[in-house]
């Protein structure tokens, strides 16, 4: 049952508790499993891939299948129905025109005599995405981390994701005994991945394959930067190796804060905070409404579509934990309270969502009116999924072009402009101590020559 708040105080210290959901006791423990792992793939390469595999996943490899062939690449278009296939090419075909109009352009500027100054933007060699596995496929999260890359110009792209159907995405933990289960990778997954000229996949999950990828083994080449979602341990791996490679961001659970007031449709608030909590158990649905009314509905309207539910048990779970009503005052007071929680994703739901969305500053997308739900923006609309959590949206954005390219200054000096500035470095590097500096101005306008 989704609980409802309506003192201020209490639904602040709510929805800080919420965005705190991932912190636990466990977590050093967690973090110093994933060392471990780390350290034994840099270590022993493919053997260690192949090792935590069958030790994680259940899955027994021979080094020969840790990539995945040709043939079964070819098979899994003739298993993808027309339907699924022609979805996945609409979404590719809007995500790269989102996409295209973001990637940032180099420029010069010739504001003042003999000086001129700039950026370069320029693609990473190679990046990596890491697909989760678990009891569903992601072909979405293929299409929305490899579109920018190839936008930005990536010259190779490599994926890993785990084996199996039914495996858990490499939670390194274990996994039952329920026997040994398949390799195979869903065709929905591999057929995004080929569609955006993805042809190196491997079957890896987990810590083990940020680290594979971060650090390069024999059969998986070295990346310079790592994208996609994963499970807490894959948020770790990716935080551990960063410095060593670029990563998009260390995404947590997701979750979704709605606004309402009086003219939205409780069914769909409802539909809306489930097709949030049915992700994971830690996923967070939150409405802020200004109808006491509707929030009783709601909770009404919940425990009615979940009858049924394919995914009852988890969703069930993450609604108890960290499902929440709040009933305020007004829209000035759930925006504030938006703004404090900074949500992942952001639906406005009210009569006029342009005026509101004025005073939202912290949000990873924001989705506005009573026609678009989230799902708009997880599958199709163009704009990235893959956004900041657990507050990040403070001082984070969405994965896009930027996230696989970097900038470079442009500076060049004629001999008269180094001559007007040499008083001002020749003052500073005297400050700092560092005389070589300031010769390596004063011998230029000396005319020392000498080699």
Not at 253 to 261: G, K, R, T, W, Y
Request: include cysteine; aromatic fraction near 6%; proline fraction near 5%.
């Amino acid at each position: 049952m989704l609980r409802i708040v309506t003192q201020r105080t209490e639904a602040e210290a709510e929805l800080k508790r919420i965005c705190d959901r991932t912190q636990s006791d466990r977590q050093v423990h967690r973090e110093a499993t994933v060392r471990e792992i780390i350290q034994t793939v840099r270590r022993q390469g493919d053997t260690a891939l192949l090792n935590y595999t069958a030790e994680f996943d259940r899955v027994d490899l021979s080094p020969t299948e840790l990539k995945v062939s040709g043939a079964e690449l070819e098979a899994a278009y003739q298993t993808v129905s027309p339907q699924l296939l022609a979805a996945i090419q609409m979404a590719k075909q809007r995500i790269e025109a989102f996409h295209r109009q973001r990637v940032p352009k180099g420029w010069v500027s010739f504001s003042e005599p003999d000086i001129v100054l700039g950026k370069r933007y320029t693609p990473v060699d190679r990046a990596g995405l890491y697909v989760p596995g678990g009891s569903a496929a992601y072909p979405s999260t293929v299409l929305m981390n490899a579109i920018p890359a190839m936008v930005a110009g990536v010259r190779e792209i490599v994926m890993a994701t785990p084996p199996g159907s039914d495996s858990q995405a490499g939670d390194n933990s274990q996994a039952g005994d329920n026997g040994r289960r398949g390799s195979g990778i869903s065709p929905a997954v591999l057929v995004a991945a080929q569609e955006t000229g993805i042809e190196k996949i491997y079957r890896v999950g987990g810590a083990q394959a940020i680290a594979a990828m971060a650090y390069g083994t024999e059969s998986i080449p070295k990346v310079d930067v790592i994208s996609g979602p994963g499970n807490v341990y894959v948020m770790l791996a990716k935080k551990q190796v960063y410095g060593t490679v670029g990563i998009d961001s260390l995404a947590g659970p997701s979750e979704v804060l709605v606004i309402a007031d009086e003219t939205a449709n409780p069914v769909y608030l409802a539909a809306d905070l489930l097709a949030q909590a049915e992700h994971d158990p830690l996923a967070a649905a939150i409405l802020l409404t200004t109808d006491y009314g509707q929030a009783k509905q709601v909770t009404i309207e919940v425990d009615k579509q979940l009858e049924g539910h394919p995914r009852r048990t988890l969703t069930e779970k993450a609604i108890a934990h960290y499902g929440l009503i709040v009933v305020v005052e007004n829209l000035d007071v759930a925006v504030a309270l938006s703004n404090l929680f900074a949500p992942e994703h952001l639906e406005l739901e009210v009569a006029n969502p342009w005026e509101v969305v004025e005073g939202v500053r912290h949000a990873g997308a924001i989705f506005m009116g009573h026609n678009t739900p989230e799902a708009v923006g997880d599958y199709i609309a163009g704009p990235n999924h893959t956004l900041p959590t657990c507050g990040a949206a403070r001082y984070a954005s969405a994965l896009g072009v930027e996230t696989f390219m970097k900038h470079s200054s442009l500076i060049e000096y004629s001999a008269e402009a180094l001559q007007e500035v040499s008083g001002a470095i020749a003052a500073l590097t005297e400050a700092e101590g560092l005389p070589s500096h300031g010769a390596s101005v004063r011998l230029r306008l000396s005319g020392d020559s000498r080699h």
